[in-house]
Antibody, heavy 120, light 106 residues
Framework: QVQLQESGPGLVKPSQTLSLTCTVSGGSISSGGYYWSWIRQHPGKGLEWIGYIYYSGSTYYNPSLKSRVTISVDTSKNQFSLKLSSVTAADTAVYYC????????????WGQGTMVTVSS | EIVLTQSPATLSLSPGERATLSCRASQSVSSYLAWYQQKPGQAPRLLIYDASNRATGIPARFSGSGSGTDFTLTISSLEPEDFAVYYCQQRSNWFTFGPGTKVDIK
């Protein structure tokens, strides 16, 4: 079955760019009907959707983060990536990648999550 | 932005009891409402989509209802593994999540 795995640095300095990659296994990222999302969870808090990408490259971002977010896809590697620029301590969170099944209108598959701390 | 409000914040119940969780949207989301369960150190797990449809592999004791702005997740008889935090999520207007309801053991 499809599995997602996040990877990337666990520590980022303030003002720098956070970069994470999600590797999709057990299925093709190019399969239609799915959007590939990034979601984060601040420590002890709720969930915040960051944005998604379709395999074609079309994207949609949370308006509150849009100015700092870039999501890209590499279909040859079956991966999609997140870049969040100008980070501050407020960006410290667990970052999840997730599959949004268009038929479900929901996130049916999630990665295990990766903790990213913003600190000097 | 559509804001989701969940109540109660915490629900203290015993195994075997019925749990009723509420999610209210600041404006209509039609039936574009999902429910997730999250346990400590784990990613959320999809339980219900489109307000009332159980996701694959979800036990029948979980059920969802509602439309428009008011939604309910019901767990008919709590099992020990059901004690967790539950989030609702809408996708009518991009995606937002509720703040969660923690179901803990009384």
């Amino acid at each position: 079955q499809v599995q997602l795995q996040e990877s990337g640095p666990g520590l980022v300095k303030p003002s720098q760019t956070l970069s994470l990659t999600c590797t999709v296994s057990g299925g093709s990222i190019s399969s239609g009907g799915y959007y590939w999302s990034w979601i984060r969870q601040h420590p002890g808090k709720g969930l915040e959707w960051i944005g998604y990408i379709y395999y074609s490259g079309s994207t949609y971002y949370n308006p509150s983060l849009k100015s700092r977010v870039t999501i890209s896809v590499d279909t040859s590697k079956n991966q999609f990536s997140l870049k969040l620029s100008s980070v501050t301590a407020a960006d410290t969170a667990v970052y999840y990648c997730a599959r949004d099944d268009y038929d479900y209108d929901a996130f049916d598959i999630w990665g295990q999550g990766t903790m990213v701390t913003v600190s000097s | 932005e559509i804001v989701l409000t969940q109540s109660p914040a915490t629900l203290s119940l015993s195994p075997g009891e019925r749990a009723t969780l509420s999610c209210r949207a600041s404006q209509s989301v039609s039936s574009y409402l999902a429910w997730y369960q999250q346990k400590p150190g784990q990613a959320p797990r999809l339980l219900i989509y489109d307000a009332s449809n159980r996701a694959t592999g979800i036990p029948a004791r979980f059920s969802g209802s509602g439309s428009g702005t008011d939604f309910t997740l019901t767990i008919s008889s709590l099992e020990p593994e059901d004690f967790a935090v539950y989030y609702c999520q809408q996708r009518s207007n991009w995606f937002t999540f509720g703040p969660g309801t923690k179901v803990d053991i009384k």
